[in-house]
Nanobody, 123 residues
């Protein structure tokens, strides 16, 4: 069974940076697209960024374009989310998820989810 483990969350001030990691032992990035999602209190879970299988393409939500960057380290089975210029409205639990697809996919299609990591940004 595929397991995803996120890390790197924390509490920062507005304008600072964090790098989230998603380790997926045994997951082939050549076959799976991996996405980052977030859920703020009282809100629905939303897509933040995604990388297609084989690094075929990337996706960013409008709210994070130019501030967040997704990348992969295939040798370490790890997907990163570099988050710069953080804002208070970025505060949420961040999850990584995987789907056996070339394409970044809508949230309901993701088969495997991590447990989440909390990101808190104060003003």
């Amino acid at each position: 069974e595929v397991q995803l483990v996120e890390s790197g969350g924390g509490s920062v001030q507005a304008g600072e940076s964090l790098r989230l990691s998603c380790v997926a032992p045994g997951l082939s990035f050549d076959r799976y697209a991996v996405g980052w999602f977030r859920q703020a209190p009282g809100k629905e879970r939303e897509g933040v960024s995604c990388v297609g299988s084989g690094n075929s393409h990337t996706y960013y939500a409008d709210s994070v374009k130019g501030r967040f960057t997704i990348s992969t380290d295939n040798a370490k089975n790890t997907v990163f989310l570099q988050m710069n210029s953080l804002r208070p409205d970025d505060t949420a639990v961040y999850y990584c998820a995987a789907v056996k697809s070339v394409m970044c996919s809508p949230l309901p299609l993701y088969d495997y989810w991590g447990q989440g990591t909390q990101v808190t940004v104060s003003s």
